[in-house]
């Protein structure tokens, strides 16, 4: 069992760890309140390797992998709501879930992607609401017959592409339902895998008829209070290595005329570059931002997140942007090599620390040095703040919140693995 301090150790240590960020002007408590307050969308493909209920036969499709066989995957819905359950109870702050097409529950009758509907995710919406949880919803472009040939939305052939418009609007219809339901706005991102994987002759044909698919999804307007519509970009995938149609140019160009958010994927961009910088230079332009948060090893292999140097940059760009209300923060991993209630708790507890690091950061006292030309003030302030008690404040907002503080939570999964996961 592994141990950690009581409830009065870590009282004691915020105690002290208040006094030395309020020397440089920072309110922890409102650091703790704003921390928590930011919703944290958690994906549920994390807890059945993307396999979603659909029962096909052919696997992943659409450069999306999952590796390992660790035991205790989610095989239903039940199984799927409850690990979500047992990772919410970890995770401090406001959590939404992130759902995806092919986790229609539809009683058994084989259902067209095209025809599935808000009557097919009752079950999601009554949990949700139940759980005090908001949802967000992805259509599903991948692992289907349609888009076998690594082309959906862009597609040549007019029916087939009818039919993943057909997809694409019916998606918008379960997240406003989602939003409705819920009060919170869900968000629905738009994200396809079509590409080739060698040389293309022309390359503009199919972006200009992706163009057109994404106008008929769009065509009907949103309430913003219930629906956010977002479209996602993607360097490259498995089998789309040399041409990506969906590209971060078409992505960020039609998300700037169309006045919608764009979706910024941690993996989806070269290997050596970040997200961070991109913050500022978008949101000038665009309503807002959705931000996956992941972690590429060598390329885009969505692995669980950690609290590391990118994340804490992309964090500290949206707090010195003050731009908290204008991004919408989402995980985007999975990895079936290790018990998967660990890898949603590992990530989301990295990313709301990274969160809470961000806000306790002096941001105007660096903004000030910057603006009076003390250079070197600046890059010695930046560096004297990675020495400063976090951990004490994360301990404080653990508790806050009600879950488990330190290592404490570990037990938690480890018991629910013996008890649960390993008996399935």
Request: aromatic share 8%; hydrophobic share 40%; net charge neutral.
């Amino acid at each position: 069992m592994y141990k950690y301090l009581t409830d009065d150790q870590i009282k004691a240590n915020y105690a002290a760890a208040k006094q030395t960020y309020a020397l440089l002007g920072v309110d922890t408590d409102k650091a703790l309140k704003d921390a928590a307050a930011v919703p944290l969308s958690l994906h549920c493909w994390q807890g059945d390797d993307v396999t979603g209920f659909e029962k096909a036969t052919d696997g992943l499709t659409g450069g999306i992998m999952a590796t390992g066989n660790h035991p205790g995957r989610a095989q239903n819905g039940e199984q799927l709501r409850a690990d979500l359950d047992l990772a919410a109870s970890l995770i401090p702050g406001t959590k939404k879930v992130n759902l995806h097409a092919l986790y229609a529950e539809t009683e058994g009758k084989k259902v067209p992607r095209d025809e599935v509907g808000p009557e097919h995710f009752t079950k999601w919406i009554a949990w949700a609401k139940k759980a005090k949880l908001g949802l967000d919803f992805n259509p599903s472009y991948f692992s289907h017959p349609l888009a076998a040939s690594g082309f959906t939305l862009s597609h040549a052939d007019k029916k087939t592409r009818e039919f993943w418009i057909r997809n694409g609007i019916q998606s918008r219809k379960i997240a406003t339902a989602m939003g409705k339901a819920t009060g919170m706005p869900a968000v629905n991102n738009q994200w396809i895998p079509d590409g080739s994987k060698d040389l293309p002759a022309d390359r503009l044909s199919p972006r200009l008829r992706l163009k057109d698919s994404l106008d008929a999804i769009f065509a009907e307007k949103a309430d913003p209070k219930l629906l956010i519509d977002a479209v996602e970009s993607k360097l490259f995938g498995i089998g789309s290595e040399s041409y990506v149609v969906g590209s971060h140019e078409f992505y960020t160009a039609y998300a700037v005329q169309n006045q919608m958010p764009l979706c910024l994927d941690m993996g989806h961009f070269h290997p050596t570059e970040t997200i961070a910088d991109k913050i500022s230079g978008l949101l000038p332009f665009v309503p807002g931002l959705l931000l996956h948060v992941s972690r590429g090893v060598r390329w885009d292999s969505d692995h669980v997140v950690i609290y590391n140097e990118d994340v804490q940059a992309v964090f500290n760009e949206i707090n010195r942007s003050g731009a908290w209300k204008k991004v919408w923060v989402a995980l985007d991993f999975f990895d079936a090599s290790i018990n998967r209630i660990m890898a949603w708790t590992v990530g989301a507890r990295a990313a709301r620390k990274a969160m809470l690091s961000a806000l306790l950061e002096p941001a105007k006292l660096l903004k000030d040095e910057e603006k009076a030309g003390h250079f070197g003030a600046r890059l010695a302030l930046m560096e004297e703040l990675k020495n400063l008690p976090l951990t004490a404040v994360w301990d404080q907002l653990c508790l806050d919140q009600g879950v488990p503080t330190g290592t404490n939570w570990i037990n938690v999964s480890d018991k629910y693995e013996a008890d649960v996961l390993l008996k399935r």
